[in-house]
């Protein structure tokens, strides 16, 4: 028999062996390229290696990192492309929070509600405050009494009669304005003259302080007409901003809200600074590979899954390729076979 005649007979042999064909199946489902030899696919397995080694390095990282942090957050810290986003924009929170955010922490900022009240207590303010510059010059502010007190008396000033020098309700109604004066020199009609305004500013002020007694947060942050609006705003924004990153990336998840509602700050900037100068660059080497390997397996259904994780993928992947490799040189197959040539011989496609 020639050497001919006894190639032909072994690759008979081969093609009818069931393991030579899922094997080659399994190298093609892959999405490998057909040039690529068997020879450069087996280099592929010291590519993954070097991701698997990557992924231990980044979960080393993140195991000592997650052990400050609220466990609500943990979830960021996996070894996926998702969980690589999420912690991405959890750092990206942190970084955004306002100063007053880590005192002022509390769920009632994470409701619609408080867009309303805080839209009224700026309003309240914009009326206060120029009624305050209005008054202030003639009247004793804090001692304006009620928004009754001072209709009572502008109502007896206002109808009294030409004989209201003998009645003793005008008298007290008069004295009671005169007391509101700043200073000596104005006289019963000037002060008749700022009622309304007097009246307005009471009403304003009574509306405004109801306001902080309807969230114990708010009160705490009550400093008259001094109060500054600005952080809570703030602080109502970045809450809004924990929603759209929800509902981005952390779908399902409820542990990010929770867990920023409760990692300190020292924590916080810690993880922010970790991030920067050492998480960073290893998570973008570490995408970088799992990059080329999207590339190299394009079909592989798992490397495209963002929540997969990567050592897990990575190593079913080596598993895979180690046993179809074993299997077609054990039939004798030439490492510098391309995988185009396995697919088209004869009776291969039969078999799949």
Same mark, same amino acid.
């Given at each position: ?13 081969? %093609? ?48 000592? !990192?997650?052990?400050?942090? =609220? ?26 929070? =306002? ?13 619609? *509600?408080?867009?309303?009240? +805080? ?5 309240? %303010?914009?009326?206060?405050? =120029? ?5 202030? =010059?003639?009247?004793? !502010? &804090? ?71 309807? *969230?114990? !947060? +708010? ?5 008259? +007409?001094?109060?500054?609006? $600005? ?5 109502? *924004? ?24 409760? !990692? ?19 998570? &973008? ?29 990575? $190593? ?5 390729? %180690? ?6 040189? *054990? ?7 391309? %995988? ?13």
């Amino acid at each position: 028999m020639s050497s001919l005649d006894a190639d032909r007979l072994l690759q008979d042999k081969t %093609l009818n062996d069931d393991s030579y064909v899922a094997a080659v199946k399994q190298l093609n489902d892959l999405g490998i390229a057909g040039l690529m030899t068997l020879e450069a696919i087996e280099f592929q397995t010291l590519e993954i290696e070097a991701v698997l080694a990557s992924c231990q390095q980044l979960q080393t990282c993140y195991a000592e !990192i997650a052990k400050g942090l =609220p466990t609500q957050l943990h979830t960021c810290f996996n070894n996926s492309a998702m969980s690589v986003e999420q912690l991405a924009a959890l750092v990206k929170l942190i970084e955004s929070a =306002p100063a007053d955010l880590w005192t002022l922490r509390e769920d009632s900022f994470n409701c619609y *509600e408080m867009d309303f009240r +805080l839209a009224e207590l700026q309003q309240q %303010l914009a009326i206060l405050k =120029p009624l305050n510059k209005k008054l202030a =010059p003639f009247v004793n !502010i &804090n001692t304006l009494g009620s928004t009754n007190t001072l209709q009572s008396i502008q109502c007896c000033l206002d109808n009294a009669g030409m004989f209201r020098w003998f009645s003793a309700k005008w008298r007290d109604a008069k004295q009671q304005a005169l007391n509101l004066a700043a200073h000596d020199q104005l006289k019963l009609e000037d002060i008749k003259l700022l009622f309304p305004a007097m009246i307005k500013y009471v009403n304003t002020q009574e509306r405004f302080d109801a306001l902080f007694l309807q *969230e114990p !947060i +708010l009160a705490a942050c009550h400093q008259g +007409l001094n109060t500054d609006v $600005t952080p809570l705003l703030a602080i109502r *924004e970045w809450y809004k901003d924990i929603d759209f990153v929800m509902a981005e990336h952390f779908v399902g998840e409820t542990g990010l809200l929770a867990g920023l509602s409760v !990692i300190d700050k020292q924590s916080a900037d810690k993880l922010v600074v970790e991030y920067h100068a050492n998480l960073l660059s290893l998570i &973008n080497n570490l995408d970088n590979k799992m990059n080329k390997l999207g590339l190299s397996f394009a079909d592989h259904q798992m490397l495209q899954q963002s929540d997969a994780d990567y050592a897990l993928v990575v $190593t079913e992947l080596k598993s895979t390729l %180690l046993d179809a490799l074993s299997v077609l040189k *054990e039939s004798g197959v030439d490492t510098n076979t391309c %995988l185009s040539e396995l697919c088209k011989a004869p009776n291969l496609n039969a078999k799949q």
